[in-house]
C-alpha cells in the first residue's frame, strides 16, 4: 500500500493502517504473530545494554549496529516518547535447538536471526510507503553474525554497510527489554541462556523484534 503523506491521520485511520500491517505480518511475512501496543509500553532499561558488555558479547564493540555504537537509553526514551504505537513481532525458532543447544546454535541462531531481521526490514517499510514514513524497525541478534558471518563490520570499517536494506539494531541494543516486550504482547518466553539448561527443557524459543509506526 501507498499512501500519500498527509498532515495528520484520524485514530480511525491509524488503527486500520495498523491492524493492516499485522496482517501483512503474519499472512505474507510469515511473522508467527504480532501485535500493537502503545509504544509507553516499551521498557527502556540501562540494565539491559549493559548485558552486551557483562557478560561481553563478542560483537560488542564489533558492529556498528550494538553497544557501546548504539544511541544511549536516554535518547532511546526520548524517542520513543515521540511514538504513539508500535507493532511487536515474533517468529517462533524451530527446532528450539537451533537456539537451546550451544553446541549448534552459533551456527544455526543466525539462520532465524536472518529471516527475522527481513521480516522487520519489510514491516517497516510497508509502514513507510503507507505513509508512516518515520517507522523505525529494531529485530534480534547482531548483523555482524547474522549477515556479515563474524566478517570485520564494513561500516565500522569504512563507513559502508553490506547489508544497509536488511541489518536492523537489535531492541536490546537499544536498551529495550525484549523479554518484557513478549510479555507485554502476551506470549510465552524462557530465558534461554547457555550451559544450565538441558535443551529438551526448553519448550519453545523465538526471535522478538518491533516496529514503532507513529
Ligand atoms: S551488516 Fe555487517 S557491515 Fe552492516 S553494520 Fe552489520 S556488521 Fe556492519
Redesign the pocket.
Known amino acids: 500500500m501507498l499512501e500519500k503523506i498527509v498532515p495528520c491521520k484520524s485514530e480511525e485511520k491509524i488503527k486500520e493502517d495498523l491492524l493492516k500491517l499485522v496482517t501483512l505480518a503474519k499472512k505474507e511475512l510469515q511473522a508467527t504473530d504480532a501485535v500493537i501496543i502503545p509504544a509507553s509500553k516499551v521498557v527502556v532499561d540501562e540494565r539491559v545494554k549493559m548485558k552486551c558488555a557483562v557478560p561481553r558479547c563478542f560483537n560488542y564493540g564489533s558492529?556498528?549496529?550494538c553497544p557501546p555504537y548504539t544511541p544511549d537509553v536516554e535518547t532511546v526514551r526520548n524517542t520513543i516518547s515521540k511514538y504513539s504505537y508500535a507493532i511487536v513481532v515474533k517468529r517462533n525458532v524451530t527446532p528450539v535447538e537451533h537456539f537451546a543447544d550451544r553446541t549448534s546454535s552459533l551456527t544455526n541462531a543466525k539462520v532465524h536471526e536472518r529471516e527475522f531481521a527481513q521480516i522487520i526490514a519489510k514491516l517497516e517499510n510497508a509502514a513507510f510507503s503507507a505513509g508512516y514514513y518515520l517507522a523505525l524497525g529494531l529485530a534480534g541478534g547482531s548483523?555482524?553474525n547474522y549477515?556479515?558471518n563474524d566478517k570485520v563490520?564494513?561500516?565500522?570499517d569504512s563507513g559502508r554497510?553490506?547489508?544497509?536494506r536488511i541489518?536492523r539494531p537489535s531492541v536490546e541494543a537499544y536498551g529495550i527489554d525484549a523479554f518484557q516486550l513478549a510479555v507485554e504482547a502476551g506470549w510465552d518466553i524462557y530465558p534461554i541462556g547457555p550451559q544450565h539448561v538441558s535443551p529438551k527443557e526448553v519448550p519453545l524459543a523465538l526471535n522478538v523484534g518491533i516496529v514503532f509506526i507513529t
Request: aromatic share 12%; proline share 0%.
Open positions: 558492529c556498528a549496529n548483523c555482524r549477515l556479515c563490520c564494513q561500516y565500522l554497510c553490506r547489508y544497509i541489518a
